[in-house]
């Protein structure tokens, strides 16, 4: 069964730099995945932020990029806002039409 | 502005089949560049993928639901359905229709991602 990792939670400092990580339980994530990320806040639906590892959705700003870290998708926030406060998610494209989400990342910023 | 819109019964019986229609609006369905999809998220849990259909009627399930959950697709009314069966407590969530965004190369998927999401719509299994 595939599974897809994330970090339960992580905080981060207003104004600082964070980095969200998605692995995968059978081997290494790389770009024909095509990993994508999304935020959501509670009560709200999912809002898109990342697709194909590093193509930024429409209207989500610079400090939002993704890109690979050793065997690891990763969506790094620099200059964290009080606003960036969410559940983020990654989902991993695993072929013949099967998508996979990872079970989110809590994130704190104080 | 493309813009989807779930709905359904928010309370379904135990044993039951759930039905629900995502509404396009604001675009086709029939768009070689897209799949349809659906997602769910049961009450303080995570998004789990449940399956994703082409205008062409295609369908891709999530194996752990692909014996109960049915996908379909009515381009003449800019529709897509679920229909998941045999309905337990652990169904309760709310359920969200996507736009799924994919780029293809030579008949492959170089791109794939839910762009456009609906706002939901909660779905209560009890008796």
């Known amino acids: 069964q595939t599974v897809v990792t994330q970090e339960p939670s992580f905080s981060v400092s207003p104004g600082g730099t964070v980095t969200l990580t998605c692995g995968l339980n059978?081997?290494?994530?790389?770009?024909?995945?095509?990993p994508s990320w999304y935020q959501q806040t509670p009560g709200q639906a999912p809002r898109a932020l990342i697709f194909?590892?590093?193509s930024r959705s429409s209207g989500v700003p610079d400090r939002f990029s993704g890109s690979i870290l050793g065997d690891k998708a990763a969506l790094t926030i620099t200059g964290a806002q009080a606003d960036d406060e969410s559940d983020y998610y990654c989902?991993?494209?695993?072929?013949?039409?099967?998508?996979?989400f990872g079970g989110g990342t809590k994130l704190t910023v104080l | 502005q493309l813009q989807l819109r779930e709905s359904g019964p928010g309370l379904v019986k135990p044993s039951e089949t759930l039905s629900l229609t995502c509404t396009v609006s604001?675009?086709?369905?029939?768009?070689?560049?897209?799949?349809w999809g659906w997602v769910r998220q049961p009450p303080g849990k995570g998004l789990e993928w449940i399956g994703s259909?082409?205008?062409?009627?295609?369908?891709y399930y999530n194996p752990s639901l692909q014996s109960r959950a049915t996908i379909s697709v009515d381009t003449s009314v800019n529709q897509f359905s679920l229909r998941l069966s045999s309905l337990t407590a652990a169904d309760t969530a709310v359920y969200y229709c996507?736009?799924?965004?994919?780029?293809?190369?030579?008949?492959?998927?170089?791109?794939?991602?839910?762009?456009?999401w609906g706002r939901g719509t909660g779905v209560a299994v009890s008796s």
């Open positions: 996507a736009r799924v965004l994919i780029a293809l190369f030579r008949g492959g998927i170089i791109s794939y991602s839910f762009d456009i």
């Open positions: 604001g675009g086709s369905i029939s768009s070689d560049s897209h799949y």
């Open positions: 259909i082409y205008y062409s009627g295609n369908a």
């Open positions: 059978s081997g290494s994530v790389s770009t024909r995945y095509y």
């Open positions: 194909s590892t590093k």
């Open positions: 989902v991993l494209y695993m072929g013949n039409g099967i998508s996979v």
